[in-house]
C-alpha cells in the first residue's frame, strides 16, 4: 500500500538520513536557482511576475513613500508591469504589518532579499516541523515536498505562516505567552489563525489570547504611526476589489485548494460556491471541536487535535493557495503518533495522497500551462480544473469521519459460555 512504502522512510536512522538530505538538498538547489531568478542575473529572464516581485514592488513603493498605491488595483497594475514588463497582475491585499514585515527587503538587491527571506523562513520551518515531527521528520517532508517546492519557487511566506502555527502548537500547552504572541504575529494573514484562535478559546486559554490581542492592537498602532491613519481605509478598499476580483475570477483558481475555487473552477456560479465555502469552514471549525471532545474523552492525546486545528486552518477561507500547504505539514507532524489508531492503512494512504495532490497539483499545471501558451498567456483565461481544492474538500472528509468513528463506543465483546 501507498501508506506502507511511504512510511518505510522512517524505518531505520539510515534511511531516514538519506530521505532528509535528499529533500532538503534539492530544495537548496531550487532556492539557488531562484535566487539568480528574482534577482534577474541570469541569461534566461523571465517577465512573469511572481509573488516575491510583488513582496520587492511593496517595500519600494514604503520607502517611496506611495504605500497607498498598492492597495489601488488600477494603479498597482501599472506599478507591476513597470516593475517588469509583465502583463499579469497580482492584488496585494495584505494588512499593513505585512508591509512593515517586507520593507527591509527595498534596501537589498532583490536576489540577495529573496535569498535572506526564503532562507530565514525555511529554516524557521523545518527547525519547527522537526521539534514536532522527530523520528517522523522524514516521512513529513517527502509528503510536503510538492508543497516546500511551491512555496520556494514563488518566494511566498507559507514557511513564515507554518512556523508560526508551529511554535503555536509548540508552546500553547505549557508557555502561553510564546503561543500567543506566534499568533498574533498571524495577522499578516488573519484567516489562516481562525482555527487556532478558536481552539484557544475553546480551551480557555487566556493568557494566550490576551497576549495575541496585545500583539495586534500594539502592531496596528505602529503600522497607523508609520503610515498614517489613512493606510486602514486604503487596506480596506483593497479588501472589497479583491473581492470583486474573486467573484469575477480574475485570481489564478486553479493554484487555489479551497471550496469555493474548487467548485467556481468548476462552472458552479459564484454565490452557490460562496455558501459551500461557508458549509466547508463550518464543517472544519466542527472538526476541531469533535477533536478536542476525541481528547476529552481520553482516546487520543492533546496533539491530535492539534494537528486537526492546524489541518483544518487552510480549509476555512476561499482565499488559500497551494503555497499555505506548509500549514498541513504541522498538522500531519502532530497527528502522526496517533494517526494508526484511528486510520487504518488505506485511510492513511488516503491523506497522504491528497496532500501531494494539493500541493503538486498547480505547480505541474503552472508548468504545463506555461510551456503550452507561454509566459505572458493569460492562465486565467484558460480552463483549469482547482483539483487541490477538491482534494482539500476529500482531506477534510476524510478528517471527519475517523473523528466521527473515533468518538463511537468501542464495541462490546462477549465472550461465549464454556
Avoid at 28 to 46: E, I, Y
Avoid at 164 to 183: D, F
Avoid at 235 to 247: H, K, N, Q, T, V
Wanted: aromatic share 12%; hydrophobic share 55%.
Amino acid at each position: 500500500m501507498f501508506a506502507e512504502t511511504l512510511e518505510a522512510v522512517q524505518s531505520s536512522p539510515s534511511k531516514r538520513t538519506i530521505y532528509v538530505r535528499f529533500v532538503l538538498a534539492t530544495l537548496a538547489v531550487m532556492v539557488l536557482f531562484k535566487t539568480f531568478r528574482f534577482g534577474r542575473w541570469s541569461a534566461w529572464q523571465v517577465r512573469e511576475l511572481s509573488d516575491f516581485d510583488a513582496f520587492y514592488l511593496v517595500a519600494r513603493q514604503i520607502w517611496h513613500g506611495q504605500l497607498d498605491l498598492v492597495y489601488r488595483f488600477e494603479t498597482l497594475v501599472q506599478l507591476q508591469q513597470a516593475f517588469n514588463g509583465s502583463t499579469s497582475f497580482m492584488p496585494w491585499t495584505y494588512p499593513p504589518q505585512f508591509d512593515l514585515l517586507v520593507a527591509p527587503f527595498a534596501l537589498l538587491p532583490a536576489g540577495i532579499a529573496y535569498l535572506l527571506f526564503i532562507t530565514a523562513t525555511l529554516t524557521a520551518y523545518l527547525l519547527t516541523i522537526r521539534a514536532i515531527a522527530r523520528n517522523n521528520f522524514a516521512h513529513i517532508l517527502v509528503v510536503l515536498f510538492p508543497a516546500l517546492a511551491i512555496t520556494v519557487g514563488c518566494g511566498q511566506n507559507g514557511f513564515l505562516t507554518g512556523a508560526l502555527i508551529g511554535i503555536v502548537c509548540l508552546n500553547v500547552e505549557r508557555r502561553q505567552i510564546i503561543a500567543g504572541l506566534a499568533l498574533g504575529a498571524m495577522v499578516i494573514k488573519p484567516h489562516l489563525a481562525i482555527a487556532a484562535g478558536l481552539y484557544m478559546l475553546a480551551t480557555r486559554r487566556w493568557t494566550a489570547l490576551a497576549t495575541a490581542a496585545a500583539v495586534v492592537l500594539a502592531s496596528s498602532l505602529v503600522c497607523m504611526l508609520v503610515f498614517g491613519w489613512q493606510i486602514w481605509a486604503a487596506w480596506l478598499g483593497a479588501i472589497r476589489e479583491s473581492a470583486i476580483f474573486l467573484d469575477r475570477g480574475f485570481y489564478p483558481l486553479f493554484r487555489m485548494v479551497s471550496t469555493y475555487a474548487a467548485l467556481s473552477r468548476a462552472g458552479v456560479p459564484p454565490s452557490i460556491a460562496f455558501w459551500a465555502q461557508a458549509a466547508a469552514a463550518s464543517l472544519a471549525l466542527s472538526a476541531i471541536v469533535l477533536a478536542l471532545w476525541l481528547g476529552a474523552a481520553r482516546r487520543m492525546s492533546p496533539s491530535f487535535a492539534l494537528g486537526v486545528v492546524a489541518m483544518v486552518s487552510v480549509m476555512i477561507s476561499p482565499y488559500a493557495y497551494d503555497y499555505d500547504l506548509p500549514i498541513i505539514g504541522i498538522g500531519l507532524a502532530l497527528m502522526l503518533p496517533d494517526l494508526a489508531q484511528v486510520a487504518n492503512v488505506r485511510e492513511r494512504s488516503f491523506v497522504y495522497g491528497l496532500i501531494l495532490l494539493a500541493g503538486a497539483y498547480g505547480m505541474l499545471q503552472s508548468a504545463r500551462l506555461a510551456a503550452q501558451f507561454g509566459n505572458e498567456a493569460d492562465l486565467d483565461d484558460k480552463f483549469t480544473p482547482s483539483l487541490g481544492g477538491f482534494a482539500m474538500m476529500a482531506l477534510l472528509a476524510m478528517l471527519l469521519r475517523l473523528l466521527w468513528r473515533g468518538l463511537q463506543p468501542a464495541p462490546i465483546v462477549t465472550q461465549a459460555a464454556e
